[in-house]
């Protein structure tokens, strides 16, 4: 029986990759190499230490852990500087009217993010209150795919794994999904997702309905 959803943020409520794309592309530039969107998609659902290590393989650079740390808080520095101006129209197509649904159907619906920022982009976005539970970078000390920060979640809410279902955009996410007994649904392509339960292109293609039907 499904009782709560879990959300991820970057991805699936509000496409965050663009902005983390200029502030990493920039660090990158500065470093003196070159930085692609195909090489940011690699940095999908990764934490910002180790997309920084991804970041820095990809130039060829090495750094001490100091200087790492310096350039992950100037990048987060600069990233901040775009969701700090973010609008609730930036809010992902069908994002904040399945939240609204699941809510009137007694879902319960908790955030799990990997990201630091996530209270800030909620708060932008106005949805903080649609959350019982927001589990998220702060919170979390094993990163996706290790299912922490959805057990995380169902614990806040009271539910067990096995009623929940996650929405997920990236590969570690659906694979913390499956390790913590739940059920998932990819937003995305079935190439990168298809591990999930089910896969569709965004929150808009789902409901309380289409969501029963996974039980
Ligand atoms: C994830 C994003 O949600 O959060 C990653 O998909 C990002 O790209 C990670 O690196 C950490 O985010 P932040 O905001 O803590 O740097
Ligand atoms: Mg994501």
């Known amino acids: 029986m499904i009782k709560a959803c879990l959300f991820d943020l970057d991805g699936v409520i509000v496409d965050t990759a663009k902005y983390h794309y200029i502030a990493w592309r920039e660090l ?28 820095l393989e990809i130039g060829g650079v090495n750094l001490s852990d100091e200087e790492k740390l310096r350039l992950a808080e100037k990048k987060n520095e600069n990233y901040r500087t775009f969701i700090l101006k973010m609008q609730p129209d930036e809010i992902l197509d069908g994002a904040k009217e399945l939240l609204l649904e699941l809510k009137d159907k007694g879902v319960k619906i908790a955030l799990g993010s990997a990201s630091k920022n996530a209270m800030t982009i909620l708060d932008r976005l106005e949805l903080t209150h649609l959350f019982e539970a927001i589990i998220d970078g702060t919170k979390v000390s094993k990163a ?20 929940c279902v996650v929405f997920e955009d990236a590969e570690a996410g659906v694979e913390a999904a499956l390790a913590g007994q739940m059920r998932c649904v990819g937003i995305g392509s079935t190439d990168v997702l298809g591990k ?20």
């Open 144 to 163: 996706k795919p290790d299912p922490e920060v959805f057990l995380k979640g169902a614990e806040a809410l009271g539910v067990k794994p096995e009623e």
């Open 28 to 55: 990158a530039n500065e470093l003196g190499f070159e930085f692609t969107e195909t090489d940011n998609e690699r940095l999908k659902g990764v934490s910002r230490m180790t997309s920084l290590n991804i970041l």
């Open 196 to 215: 999930a339960n089910l896969v569709i292109d965004g929150l808009h293609q789902m409901s309380y309905k289409k969501l029963m039907e996974l039980n």
